[in-house]
């Protein structure tokens, strides 16, 4: 519910994101395809309506909004974000994940808890997975100390909270915190949700592009404890030997 003045709590004040919003809703809503958005939200198990922009119109029309507008600061990000988040249709976070990416450099470790909301928030993969690898993999990798953050993660009782912790380091590549993403995926193993499962094997595969041999020892050494699914995953790229 909006507040007395009708500003929605818990969002920071933000004239750029306003202006922001107000532009993509005008664009967004003139472009709209009922027909493919019905396609859209079929393909995505209809978790949100679509408005039905596919993607290269959809950049087209993002690139639109945002030029010329001021650099943002982490409110104005935050603000944006969960804004966007407010609108039912799933472009419009898919708007806030890519602002998100672009302006991460420019947040610092209070931009968290924001994205947790995100995460949390109408979840699925479309969002979750760039919110891990492209806002959260920046945060921590700034601020180190926000690994602990990501071993409670790991323990969440929201998969999609343990899916973000275990995909947060896919771009990490030669600066991957090994012991924290084979502890994190060792915690994990026996995890009932498919995402949680497809997270641990991707995890696992995107680091075996910097150490196969560690990947491939690590699934050795876990045996039956990792699902057929993570371990088939994990190894995919993987020559057999």
Same mark, same amino acid.
């Given at each position: 519910?909006?507040?007395?003045?009708?500003?929605?709590?818990?969002?920071?004040?933000?004239?750029?994101?306003?202006?922001?919003?107000?532009?993509?809703?005008?664009? +967004?809503?003139?472009?709209?395809?009922?027909?493919?958005?019905?396609?859209?939200?079929? +393909?995505?198990?209809?978790? /949100?309506?679509?408005?039905?922009?596919?993607?290269?119109? %959809?950049?087209?029309?993002?690139?639109?909004?945002?030029?010329? /507008?001021?650099?943002?600061?982490?409110a104005d990000c935050a603000a944006l974000a969960?804004?966007?988040?407010?609108?039912?249709?799933?472009? +419009?976070?898919?708007?806030?994940?890519? +602002?998100?990416?672009?302006?991460?450099?420019?947040?610092?470790?209070?931009l968290l808890p924001v994205v947790r909301r995100l995460v949390v928030?109408?979840?699925?993969?479309?969002?979750?997975?760039?919110?891990?690898?492209?806002?959260?993999?920046?945060?921590?990798?700034?601020?180190?100390?926000?690994?602990?953050?990501?071993?409670?993660?790991?323990?969440?009782?929201?998969?999609?909270?343990?899916?973000?912790?275990?995909?947060?380091?896919?771009?990490?590549?030669?600066?991957?915190? /090994?012991?924290?993403?084979?502890?994190?995926?060792? %915690?994990?193993?026996?995890?009932?949700?498919?995402?949680? %499962?497809?997270?641990?094997?991707?995890?696992?595969?995107?680091?075996?592009?910097?150490?196969?041999?560690?990947?491939?020892?690590?699934?050795?050494?876990?045996?039956?404890?990792?699902?057929?699914?993570?371990?088939?995953?994990?190894?995919?790229?993987?020559?057999?030997?």
């Amino acid at each position: 519910m909006p507040s007395n003045d009708g500003h929605p709590p818990g969002v920071p004040r933000s004239p750029l994101a306003d202006a922001l919003l107000e532009r993509l809703t005008e664009a +967004y809503a003139a472009a709209a395809n009922p027909v493919r958005a019905a396609a859209m939200a079929a +393909y995505m198990k209809n978790v /949100a309506p679509f408005l039905g922009i596919p993607a290269p119109l %959809r950049r087209e029309l993002s690139g639109a909004v945002v030029r010329g /507008a001021p650099e943002p600061g982490e409110a104005d990000c935050a603000a944006l974000a969960l804004g966007c988040w407010r609108l039912p249709e799933r472009e +419009y976070q898919y708007f806030a994940v890519d +602002y998100l990416r672009r302006h991460v450099p420019r947040c610092s470790s209070n931009l968290l808890p924001v994205v947790r909301r995100l995460v949390v928030t109408v979840p699925w993969w479309d969002t979750v997975d760039l919110l891990a690898a492209h806002t959260v993999g920046p945060l921590v990798a700034a601020d180190p100390a926000l690994g602990a953050v990501m071993d409670e993660w790991i323990e969440d009782e929201d998969p999609w909270i343990v899916r973000t912790a275990l995909l947060h380091q896919l771009r990490r590549k030669g600066s991957t915190d /090994a012991d924290r993403l084979f502890a994190h995926c060792r %915690r994990r193993a026996g995890h009932p949700d498919f995402f949680v %499962r497809k997270a641990v094997g991707w995890s696992l595969r995107e680091y075996a592009r910097t150490d196969p041999d560690a990947v491939r020892a690590f699934v050795a050494a876990e045996g039956d404890r990792l699902s057929p699914l993570s371990a088939r995953e994990a190894l995919r790229n993987l020559p057999r030997g």
